[in-house]
Every structure is written in structure tokens, then in C-alpha cells.
């Protein structure tokens, strides 16, 4: 298969790109106008399928409000309706390019295996086509510090889940609970992503203690933070020791833009504070960070489309972040550049370079994986 001529990111001029035995077997320059753009095929860390396009009775009023509105959902919810609204999720993220998704999936006496069993399903049906890998999540009816909390995150790891995670905010004892969710991720070996710090209130910051816990169990690179919103309002001092501490954990840090600049401060008024973490100040540690879309039109958000191209976009924006390298590696996992020998997975937009996807996120786009075009 050749594509081309087309832009490449970090490199000038136009190009053609053999594929052959799903990898790029050759790139070359050519004396012509790109007429689109390649980029590596996007990934989305951060969604919740299980309650995707599950909206409520109304807007919500604060994240706390959100999720008592997400309760009668969870109890209402089928394992085919969540197959179903998994299924229409994955579908819209695969039409834009991504390949790789991390979805969290609640687990609770609510929704009970409801959840989990559904978007199963969903990752089934698309096997081949789309990687799904799945974060069993403890949410405020899960205690990770209890024995019953204990068991169902480790079932759901028997079942299928490859990450366990948590919401230590809305426990009893949130310190407990990030040692808990840590302590159980190193017994059954995988890997931990939590929510932590999803508050503008510089009083919440727990990230710090996430590092701490990281590092004192042996759990370097093996986790990952979500949301971090609190960092920003910290001082200067306590959010500077808090990056040293992340950055020695190996920990990698998911911002959230459209979700957090939703929820966080909102009131009567327009918010002062907004719901990011320190992007740049991250980065510049040497901490990965990646852009996830979060809540899909459910009822934490009632927008959004699992677009990473909108994640990007919103980050430049209200993260002031100009560094487009950044914000390639945030929506494709690290990768920025296309090289010989790289698997063929490809997302081809209509753009002349990466600045204008951002700017139009064209809705347009060849999704290729090993080399071969799909459809959604």
C-alpha cells in the first residue's frame, strides 16, 4: 500500500509512505504539494464506556452532584445497554483515528458485573480492530480498603480487567484507599490508574501521596494519575516537590480538559480557577503526559465525540500549551515522529499540517491499522 504525497509531523515537504507486512517499509521525499496529513494513529487513555451517552435528568451542578445523578443510570443499566453505548463510544473514537483506547469500568453493588460484562462484549465484537483495555474502577460505593471492595476489583480482574483503579476521594480514608488500590495492584501484578485530585481545592492534593505510595512499593511505571486538577493551586513549593516525586515514580499523568473545565468551579458564577493540572511544568519534569477524553455526552458531560484531536485543542488552549510535539505524544502515546520500520498505524486527515488538525479536527479521516485501511 502507498500513501501519498502527503505531511509528516516534525518533518518539511511532502512524502510517500510504503506499507508492506503491516509496518512502514519506506519513506521517501517527493517534489509535490501534501495533499493531507499522516500521523500516528491516536490513543485515548481515559474514557467510561460502561456509561457513555447515558445522560441525565439534568446539567449537573458540581462533580459531587454528578455522581448521585449517575446512580439511578447504573441501576437502570443492562449488560446489553452497556454493550450497546460501549459499542456506539468505541465506534465515534475508531472513526477518529484512535486505535488504542483505556476505559474505566465501575464496579459496584449498583451496577454490580453489569458493567464490566457489557463493555467485554463491546471489546469482543471489536477485536482486531480496536484495543481495549479496561480499568476495573472502585467508585464511592467500592471501599479498595475493605475486604468486599478487595474481592470485586479482583474479580473483575479474573474477568477480563487489565488495571485495577479507584476514586480515593470519595472513600472513607482516601490515603487508605490509594495505599489499598496500590497494595493490591502489586499482589495480583498489573498495573493502577486513579482519579486523584479532581478539585480545583489546593487542601485535596493527595498526588503527592500517590508518589509516595508508587515508590515505597516498588510500583515505578506502573501507574497512573488522572485528572491532578489540584496541582495548580498549590504553591509553588508543594506543587514543585509534588513533580520531583512524580517524576521519580515513573508515574504518567492524564489530563482531562473538556470534563475538568466542565465540572471544576462549577456555581452561580463564571469560575475563577480551572480544572487542569501543570501541563507544562510536567512535561518539562520529564513526566509523560497524555490528553483523554474522559465522559462522552453522559452524565458528568454532556458533550464531547472521543475525538483526541477536541483533547488537543482544549489543551492548547487553556493550557497555554504552544509545543506541538507535546501535544502530538499526549494523543498518540508518546509517538511524534512516523519512521521506517514503525507499525502501520496510521490516521490520514484532511490537513496541510499538525496545527490545522488541531485547528479543524476535519472529520475525514483513513483509519489504518497494520497497514490495512478500516472502517469503524
Known amino acids: 500500500m502507498q500513501i501519498g504525497p502527503v505531511a509528516l509531523p516534525g518533518d518539511a515537504g511532502a512524502h510517500e509512505l510504503d506499507l508492506a507486512a503491516g509496518r512502514i517499509a519506506a519513506i521517501r521525499p517527493v517534489n509535490s504539494e501534501a495533499e493531507r496529513l499522516v500521523l500516528p494513529a491516536f490513543t485515548d487513555p481515559h474514557l467510561h464506556a460502561d456509561r457513555a451517552f447515558a445522560s441525565g435528568p439534568r446539567p449537573p451542578r458540581s462533580l459531587g452532584d454528578a455522581v448521585e445523578l ?3 443510570v447504573k441501576r437502570a443499566s443492562t449488560e446489553d445497554a452497556v454493550r450497546e453505548r460501549a ?4 465506534g465515534r473514537a475508531l472513526a477518529h483515528g484512535t486505535l488504542r483506547v483505556r476505559t474505566h469500568v465501575d464496579v459496584d453493588e449498583l451496577v454490580e458485573e453489569r458493567a464490566l460484562r457489557g463493555v467485554l462484549a463491546a471489546r469482543e465484537e471489536l477485536a482486531g480492530r480496536l484495543d481495549v483495555e479496561i480499568a476495573a474502577f472502585a467508585t464511592k460505593l467500592c471501599d479498595p480498603t475493605t475486604e468486599q471492595g478487595r474481592r470485586r476489583l479482583t474479580a473483575a480482574v479474573e474477568a477480563g480487567a487489565e488495571l485495577v483503579g479507584a476514586v480515593p476521594a470519595f472513600h472513607p480514608d482516601p490515603e487508605a484507599s490509594i495505599a489499598a488500590v496500590l497494595g493490591l495492584a502489586r499482589d495480583i501484578g498489573v498495573p493502577a490508574d486513579l482519579h486523584v485530585d479532581e478539585t480545583t481545592d489546593p487542601a485535596a492534593l493527595r498526588l503527592e501521596r500517590l508518589a509516595d505510595e508508587t515508590l515505597a512499593l516498588g510500583l515505578e511505571g506502573r501507574v497512573t494519575a488522572s485528572h491532578c486538577c489540584s496541582l495548580a493551586s498549590v504553591p509553588e513549593a508543594a506543587a514543585r516537590r509534588t513533580i520531583e516525586k512524580v517524576a521519580a515514580a515513573g508515574i504518567t499523568i492524564v489530563a482531562l480538559p473538556a470534563l475538568n473545565l466542565y465540572l471544576q468551579g462549577r456555581g452561580d458564577g463564571t469560575p475563577r480557577a480551572r480544572g487542569l493540572p501543570l501541563v507544562r511544568e510536567l512535561h518539562e519534569a520529564r513526566i509523560p503526559i497524555r490528553l483523554g477524553s474522559d465522559n462522552v455526552r453522559d452524565v458528568f458531560y454532556p458533550y464531547g465525540d472521543a475525538d483526541p484531536l477536541e483533547s488537543a485543542f482544549l489543551a492548547a488552549i487553556a493550557a ?24 502501520a498505524d496510521l490516521v490520514v486527515l484532511d490537513a496541510d499540517s499538525l496545527r490545522e488538525a488541531i485547528a479543524r479536527r476535519p472529520p475525514a479521516r483513513t483509519v489504518i491499522r497494520g497497514g490495512m485501511e478500516i472502517s469503524p
Open 70 to 72: 449517575v446512580s439511578e
Open 87 to 90: 459499542l456506539r463510544l468505541f
Open 320 to 343: 497555554h500549551v504552544d509545543d506541538e510535539e507535546l501535544l502530538l505524544a499526549a494523543v498518540c502515546d508518546g509517538r511524534t515522529r512516523l519512521e521506517v520500520g514503525d507499525r
